[in-house]
């Protein structure tokens, strides 16, 4: 690499007018057969990219720019639609596209502020960056420019959707890529990952508390019960990822006394609820289902714990499974042909320009979900102008102007859809101090009415007074994204890091990405952060128990009469400004007392959405220094993943153990619940027929009247549990084997999460709880909740229960209020179970859902109703089913990957459109299906399975992703790695040149023009 010639060019000097062609070197990367050669403009040497067996391409340069720039090609190339898709949503133009379907997602886009997200991450970049990311941008017109002279075939879905919505000429839908659209994609992420919107379903769902069981039987226990379960934020194992807490002191209050009741604030009903149905759209598009759940989990093993002396680490995302995958593998690398510091491989978040997660051999890292509060949500107050629209909010008894902005939106004419071409404009508004305004009180009216009308992202609105208080109210937010932070810089920081020192203080960048951080480095060490910059809040008023007074609570709705915005300071390079604390509105929660940890005693550290620092392990979510977002998830998965690295460590860690932990499936819901459940059937079944309460006798009766089938299930569930609840499909297919006992462990899978489903219904769901009452989400509040339950029947309130009834030991929430008996906890288990059976023995409905049509309990295999699904990422923007037939193609179906060999038309599997799999809601390997206990499907999933191990002699690594590398429906890889991740097998990931070499399949060789 000692070229003279070399180094003048790249060692700092302007980029030659003339490119100059580099000596050749010696390079393992020329014995690569080469397939293509592109000339490419502005590049200033070659560009080389070897491609491995599963299409995975690896990129070397001899200067960053160099590398943008053909990467840009290269991505392009595989993942145009999707891409396009994205930096749409980002800007509001999906309507340009799509023509009507794609208009609420416009409106949405640009009035929850993802645009000025966007307008915001471009203008913090600085001067390099912009050049960077221009260079990146020039090489998606620079394949563009490729199709549409005919030289590279048109993109998929553009080739066979484009006729369909009027395009004679397909190429038309390619539109050339500015720098703005490579900020968009940034904007995206930050919404995709940090954008939050929980305040307002709790402020709408503690409104309904108040009385909502003033004429239920027993109604103060089950009115207590309500409140104590919206309090209850304590997991049901206490695994931290910072194990001493804040900072690194471990000191945080403990014993404080039970906090106050919150109450809303009086907002009118049908625009609170109109916000957080909207609200709710918008996060399961974002896949963040509370009701299946969704999380991820990464965790890294120190050198002094492992088998070889190599730090170990491990990574797995949990998002949509939508196709193309969310995640696009690929190498960075400048250092082996020039003079860079580029030598990385792992994913991005596609159409990001630096690794997401990944590793450049001396650090490896991944995130997960942190559910960090940094959305601030405000009930405002309303003026309206002479013209009916709004006008001004009420500010401590002053009125404030709003600022109007006219947005223009371009729908496409595709007649085939109805869509009709035009342009229509609509005003969004924003409050004196920044806050985004996205809802406002009125009667809700055509879009095409006369009259003052607003659009809230396709509701539209005449403002007005609808419940005749005198008062207008409207919601607002506002949004850490907002205030600049550099999404780009960050990551490249943390992909340039030596160790994870360098990484702790890359994360003083860290904004509005609401994630988890673990890494690991070569010198043996580990590292956990929960960081991102949280504003302190102090302007916000706290009572003496930590809760914050009436109306200042950033958990609900904000009095905007009383108290304003934050603003996030930051420095010319996008790191936290801490000097700006004396200014309440311009605090940020301080960097070196977040939680985080290095190295711990125990070897390891971890992170699966669990408490971050042991800040909800008392109880009590306000005893503490900082509010910074929370409540987590109930740990289960974290539980496991603590359990089995323990185990791993303590004789020697291996890089094969972080594989194996990935891909665990034992149901952990079932672990813990099962044997709870089955006892209360055994005390039905024992009991002394001569003394009967009348609970006992109905509970009885219901055993008796479904006696043999009640007993063989439980026989099943027994000698599950006892062999450790593993989540088994029990279905054959190409990627799993079916083992010894694997389908009576699938039979007991089914039985149980069928039975749980019932078990939600006849007791949660029958108490009618609204949603937000269940901390940290719908699954894991309700699974809290019936453990609590479970667990606290018995004299003297074993866990302390307001909702626990005196009168017979156990919670009232076991009643089931639509009888005028008072059913037991036995009598409902039981009774749970008995609907379970006979659903499970009903005819099935369509696409493998409904029971099984048979009583032979060995049928109902679990794979048989628990399938992944990969669908086209278009249904995850467009809800629409004339779409469907259109882009269904698109979607990973046995179709295009039929599960066995030769099926025949008796065979259960040969209905299966979609994929069998292990797993269950908690476990592991992400497979979560929800509590309905009668549709199965997954929800999210792992988009990358990523593991690696650094030491001083070198990286090993191994991933994979859902679906394939290529959006290309007929291309070589958009379906090979969807066959291994089925089958929890994983691709080798070289790192070395001469390791990439030896793997590579083809080269592709950019040149100067």
Known sequence: MNSLILLALLGGCPRSESPVEPPETPSPLLGVPESERWSLPGLDAPV?????????????????????????????????????????????????????????????????????????????????????????????????????AGELPLPSEYALAGPLIGKEDPAELMQPWELRDVAGIGGAILFRLGYETGDVGRTADIARIEGLFADAPLGELRQAGAWQVLEDVAPLFDVASAPDGWGQSGARPRGAPAPRRPRALPVEARLLERARERLDRYQDRMGRDHVEGWGSNAWAVAGSHSADGRALFAGDGHLELDIPALMYQVGFDTAHLGEGDESQVGLVLVGMPVLSVGTNGRVAWSTTQFSGDITDWYAEQMVLGDDGLPAATVFQGEERPVEGVEERFEIADIPLLGSVGRTESWVRYTTWDGKWITDVEGEEVGCDSAGPVVNLAGTCVTPGDVDGNGVIDGIAFDFTGLDGGNLFALFDDIGHAGDVVD??????????????LVAADVNGDVYYSGYEMVPCRGYLPRESDGTFVDGADPTMLIDGTRYGSFTIPMDASGAVDETQGGDPSRCVVPFDEYPHAFTPEQGYLLTGNNDPAGITFDGNFWNEPYHIGGPWNEAYRGNRIDELLAEAVSSGATLDDMERIQGDHQSQVGRYMAPLMLAAVERVRSVDAAELTDAEARALALYEGSADRIDEAMERLEAWTAAGSPARSGVETFYSAVEPGDREHAVATMIFN???????????????????????????????????????????????????????????????????????QDEVIVGALVAALDFL???????????????????????????????????????????????????????????????????????????????????????????????????????????????????????????????LIDGTHATDQAALWLGNDTVAVPFTPAEVAAAGVSRTTFVPE
């Open 754 to 824: 069928t039975w749980l489903g019932d078990l939600n219904r006849d007791t949660l769901d029958d108490e009618g709880l609204p949603g937000a009452v269940y901390a940290s989400g719908g699954t894991a509040g309700r699974l809290r909740l019936l453990m609590r339950m479970l667990e606290g029947t018995g004299p003297d309130n074993p866990e302390a229960l307001d909702h626990w009834n005196p009168a017979t030991g156990e919670s009232v929430f076991w009643d089931v209020l639509s009888t005028e008996s008072v059913e037991s």
């Open 841 to 967: 023995a009903s005819e099935p409905t369509d696409d493998a859902e409904g029971g099984f049509g048979t009583d032979d309990m060995s049928a109902w295999l679990w794979g048989l109703r628990h399938q992944v699904e990969f669908r086209s990422l278009v249904a995850a923007y467009v809800d629409d089913p004339l779409f469907t037939p259109i882009f269904e193609p698109f979607s990973i179906t046995t179709a295009r990957l039929p599960l066995a060999d030769r099926l025949t038309v008796d065979d259960p599997r040969y209905a299966l459109q979609w994929f069998p799999r292990h797993g269950d809601n908690r476990a592991i390997d992400a497979s979560n299906n929800g509590l309905s206990g009668r549709s199965f499907r997954y929800g999210s999933g792992p988009v990358m399975r990523m593991v690696f191990a650094l030491g001083p002699d070198g990286v090993e690594g191994r991933n994979v992703i859902p679906g394939g590398q290529s959006g």
């Open 503 to 516: 990484i702790h203080e890359a994360m003083r960048k860290a904004s509005a990405l609401s994630q988890n």
């Open 48 to 148: 080389y990219v070897i491609h491995t067996d599963a299409g995975v391409p690896r990129l070397y340069a001899h200067d960053r720019d160099d590398l943008m720039r053909a990467y840009g090609f290269v991505l392009a190339r595989d993942r145009w639609f999707q891409m396009d898709l994205i930096r749409r949503l980002a800007k509001g133009t999906v309507s340009e596209l799509l023509g009507d379907v794609g208009l609420d997602i416009d409106l949405e886009s640009r009035m929850i502020s993802m645009t000025a997200a966007t307008d915001s991450l471009l203008a913090a970049l600085d001067g390099e960056q912009q050049a960077l990311l221009q260079a990146y941008a020039d090489g998606f017109n620079a394949y563009r420019e490729r199709v549409i």
